[in-house]
């Protein structure tokens, strides 16, 4: 059993910089996938980025966000930079077991999941 628990969201001006992190509970986080998605108001929950065997991103976000982890913290970061107001949203971190191909990392069905951060970003 996984916990993950999000901070960083916050109200952000448009071409700003946020980091999120995702705190996960366990002694084994290093043998997990880790993924973040969003949900924005009246959308479908998307895809942002996952990090298990390299990295993988959604074609649009590519260049401005970064996904990272600190094994030793147990900690899964996403780096956005450049932000716009399309990016407010709920942000989700995920987890499943097992390290997969980055080519695989939208599609894994994530077994953990944190209760969200909320990202705002004013024009």
């Known amino acids: 059993q996984v916990q993950l628990v999000e901070s960083g969201g916050e109200l952000v001006q448009a071409g700003g910089s946020l980091r999120l992190s995702c705190l996960a509970s366990g002694r084994t986080f290093s043998s997990y996938t880790m993924a973040w998605f969003r949900q924005a108001p009246g959308k479908e929950r998307e895809f942002v980025a996952g990090?298990?065997?390299?990295?993988y991103y959604t074609d649009s976000l590519k260049g401005r966000f970064t996904i990272s982890r600190d094994n030793a913290k147990n900690t899964v970061f996403l780096q956005m930079n450049s932000l716009k107001p399309e990016d407010t949203a709920v942000y989700y971190c995920a987890a499943v077991l097992g390290l997969y191909r980055s080519s695989s990392l939208a599609k894994l069905d994530y077994d953990y999941w944190g209760q969200g951060t909320q990202v705002t970003v004013s024009s």
């Open positions: 990090i298990g065997i390299g990295t």
